[in-house]
């Protein structure tokens, strides 16, 4: 049965099930706040299709990916968040009301919202991509820089992130090759100056990657190029490949409800995590297109269920005045009760 038919608004309804819901859930949770954590069908976020976690405080000798979400799920169930492990299929917000959240037919309602949908990095959508994915292509260099240590690598991409990559990646890799499809760069001055002055990055330009080559060992060995002038079209053997041409957020479900950027990341009223809508809050990589580790989107989830604890202390939305706007919801809501 529905919260809508039963009447029932939870506390906080926190949707997305990667480092930022998690540990939002957790708080909330232990703010007795009683939290439903909407998590996805592929929970996890970014972190499941990850392999060694090296760079999260506290795991030492480095922790797998998926073995991480288990545990940080694991410490909000501990606290009594309860789990729809599937996606939200669309949001409901107000400015200040009962905010909804639909998972196909289902409808759960809250006084406020934690948004943790997160962001994923853009693909090439070239052959090879997926089928690498983990085998040589990887869309994280500072994740997974290290794992590469002596090989000839390539960087695809020509903004920040892909500067930043190949300086963090170049420091563990023999050779880098920083692969963009445009003479000129979109990156800062700064960035591009930096990884160009760094005596194992090459640059070629402008070529267009084609494909990812799998090797006899089942993974990458090469990258077919295609000049963006003149067609011409090369190889370039290599033991990685990083591709970085930025990431996107996932706010398609509330893009026209709340701010958002030109970028459509989320606008919080920083350092908060509020959103334009009072009881609508947001948190992780929803927000964040510069630091993106999991560790600032744990810390940014904390903030969100402070943030939601707060609002709920001071100006909580009134349940009556929602079912009050919806005469037909409080029938069904009495007659639920009754059955
Ligand atoms: P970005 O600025 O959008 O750059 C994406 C790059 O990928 C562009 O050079 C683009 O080429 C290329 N690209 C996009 N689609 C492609 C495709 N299908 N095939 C080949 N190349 C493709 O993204 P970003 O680098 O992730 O940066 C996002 C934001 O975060 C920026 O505001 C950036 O300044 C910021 N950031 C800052 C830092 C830092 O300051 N340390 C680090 C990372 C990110 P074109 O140029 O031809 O469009």
Redesign the pocket.
């Known amino acids: 049965m529905t919260d809508e038919k039963n009447g029932k608004i939870e506390d906080v309804i926190i949707v997305g099930g990667g480092p930022a819901g998690y540990t939002a859930a957790l708080y909330a949770a232990r703010a007795e706040l009683n939290p439903l954590l909407i998590e996805g069908f592929q929970w996890g976020g970014q972190l499941q299709n990850t392999t060694d976690v090296e760079n999260y405080p506290g795991y030492p000798e480095g922790v797998m990916g998926p073995e991480m979400m288990q545990q940080f799920r694991a410490q909000a169930e501990r606290f009594g968040t309860r789990f729809v492990t599937d996606d939200a299929t669309e949001l409901e917000l107000t400015d200040g009301g009962i905010q909804t959240v639909k998972v196909g037919k289902e409808a759960y309602l809250a006084k406020a919202v934690i948004l943790a949908m997160g962001a994923e990095p853009?693909r090439?959508g070239i052959p090879g991509e997926m089928e690498l994915s983990g085998r040589g292509v990887s869309t994280c260099g500072v994740c997974d820089g290290a794992f590469f240590k002596g090989a000839d690598v390539a960087v695809?991409?020509?903004?920040?992130?892909?500067m930043?990559d190949s300086i963090f990646v170049s420091k563990f890799a023999e050779k880098l090759t920083i692969v963009?499809?445009?003479h000129e760069?979109?990156?800062?001055k700064i960035?591009e100056d930096r990884a160009r002055g760094r005596a194992n990055i090459e640059v070629l330009t402008p070529y267009?990657?084609l494909e990812f080559v799998t090797g006899d060992d089942g993974k990458i060995a090469k990258i077919r190029l295609k000049h963006a002038d003149t067609g011409e079209e090369r190889e370039l053997e290599v033991g990685g490949a990083f591709v970085?041409?930025?990431?996107q957020p996932r706010s398609e479900l509330v893009k026209d409800q709340v701010d958002v950027d030109e970028s459509g990341y989320v606008v919080t009223d920083e350092p908060s995590t509020r959103t334009d809508l009072a009881g609508v809050l947001a948190v992780g990589d929803l927000v964040d297109?510069?630091y993106r580790q999991a560790v600032t989107a744990a810390g940014s989830g904390t903030k969100g269920a402070l943030d939601a604890e707060w609002y709920l202390r001071d100006t909580p939305p009134s349940p009556e005045e929602h079912w009050a706007q919806d005469p037909g919801a409080i029938v069904e809501a009495v007659e639920a009760a009754g059955s």
């Open positions: 853009k090439l695809l991409g020509g903004g920040d992130s892909a930043e963009h499809r445009r760069f979109r990156a800062s960035m267009v990657p970085a041409i930025g990431h297109h510069t």
